[in-house]
């Protein structure tokens, strides 16, 4: 629901020209061909899969090839991959290109999850300068005209920041975009993000479009980060979890009305119809009735955030099996209540507290890597993708 509309120019990501300079941020278990698709419905964006892992792209797991498959009428399609190993990673980017099955590519250094980060993936692997060297630089040169970009943290604590050095490899490297989450591993998802770090970020970093990421639950945000960091665009994460009409809200904010879809009105039938459509929606990705049912009852705390939605109904919504049974939930409310305000508004999703960050023994001794740490971050990448 946004109050103030502010004209900023296309992003640019390589050959790919957004209506709208928005990215949705590549979310574990919710950025799904689904969940991308109905956010498409509502406004312009780039819409980025899951986390692939590179291991598990290279040697075909059969989750991770679906994970990658994107519906007909998602383009550009998008995909972000986590890699350790500057070869598994230039494997994987040279079979999304070869193959036909990217048409940009995101490389992850920003997720902070302790099973990530102890093994020197994620967050903490920026910190070992040449090897975050090798890696975007291998990828770069293997997805040749396929636009690569790297998202990316503040550093591992505030003592231990890697996000200028990494900005400036990136670009010395040729990907087409930055993007920050202005948040260290150590602080997770806590506090408020940071924002000056992406103004600082976009002074360093000057040929290739600089994104944020941080703090975003409306097109207020957006438009007030873009004003004050100086950034080329914004990526959306936590912020549309329950409200995929953000897109549509961003779009408008940011001048791109013509990329939006239908108007908002936010009363509960119109929260309802979404539900209902996200549902439906996964239904088809799963291609079964009953585990696109299940995987919706994730959703349920946050779309209904803040609307007159009792615990019993949303424990029915959080157990049904079948379409049917969500449409006769559904019929039970009362669709005209209208949109909450503030109480439907700000964070969602789990926050949780700042903690000190799981890294591999003495591995903030030398930014360079000993013989032990390369033994031993070979073990980083996860057999499934995710993260």
């Not at 780039?46 to 892992?53: A, G, P, Q």
């Not at 360093?204 to 479009?209: C, D, E, G, K, N």
């Amino acid at each position: 629901m946004s109050s103030v509309v502010s004209t900023a120019p296309p992003l640019r990501i390589g050959p790919h020209t957004l209506d709208a300079p928005v990215v949705l941020a590549p979310m574990a278990g919710i950025t799904n061909t689904a969940f991308r698709r109905l956010c498409r419905e509502y406004g312009a964006g780039l819409y980025v899969s899951e986390m692939i892992t590179t291991r598990a792209l290279v040697e075909r797991n059969a989750a991770t090839m679906r994970l990658i498959t994107h519906h007909e009428s998602e383009t550009p399609r998008s995909i972000q991959l986590y890699g350790v190993d500057p070869a598994t990673t230039e494997a994987a980017v040279r079979l999304l290109v070869d193959e036909d099955r990217a048409d940009h590519i995101d490389l992850n250094f920003g997720c902070p999850v302790p099973k990530v980060t102890r093994k020197g993936g994620g967050a903490a692997l920026p910190w070992k300068t040449g090897l975050f060297r090798d890696i975007v630089t291998r990828a770069a040169r293997a997805a040749g005209d396929v636009p690569l970009t790297v998202k990316m943290r503040k550093g591992i604590d505030l003592d231990h920041l890697t996000y200028l050095d990494a900005g400036r490899i990136a670009e010395d490297a040729g990907v087409a975009a930055v993007a920050l989450h202005a948040r260290t591993a150590a602080e997770f998802y806590s506090g408020q993000a940071d924002w000056s770090a992406i103004a600082a970020l976009k002074e360093a970093v000057t040929s290739i479009p600089v994104l944020g990421n941080g703090d975003i639950w409306s097109a207020d945000d957006a438009v007030r980060m873009m004003r004050e960091t100086g950034c080329d665009g914004v990526v959306v994460g936590r912020g549309c979890l329950g409200r995929p009409w953000l897109f549509g809200d961003l779009a408008r904010a940011l001048g791109a009305p013509g990329s939006a879809g239908p108007e908002v009105d936010a009363t509960l039938g119109f929260v309802a119809r979404a539900f209902r459509r996200h549902a439906e929606l996964l239904v088809e990705f799963f291609d079964d009735e009953g585990r696109g049912c299940r995987d919706i009852r994730k959703h349920v705390a946050w779309y209904f955030k803040g609307y007159p939605v009792g615990g019993d109904t949303r424990a029915r919504l959080a157990t049904a099996s079948s379409l049917d049974e969500i449409d006769e939930i559904l019929a039970t409310l009362d669709l005209a209540s209208p949109y909450p305000g503030a109480a439907a508004e700000g964070q969602r999703g789990r926050a949780g507290t700042p903690k000190r960050p799981a890294l591999p023994d003495r591995w903030l001794e030398s930014r360079d890597l000993n013989a032990a740490e390369t033994t031993a971050i070979a073990d980083a990448e996860l057999e499934n993708s995710g993260g």
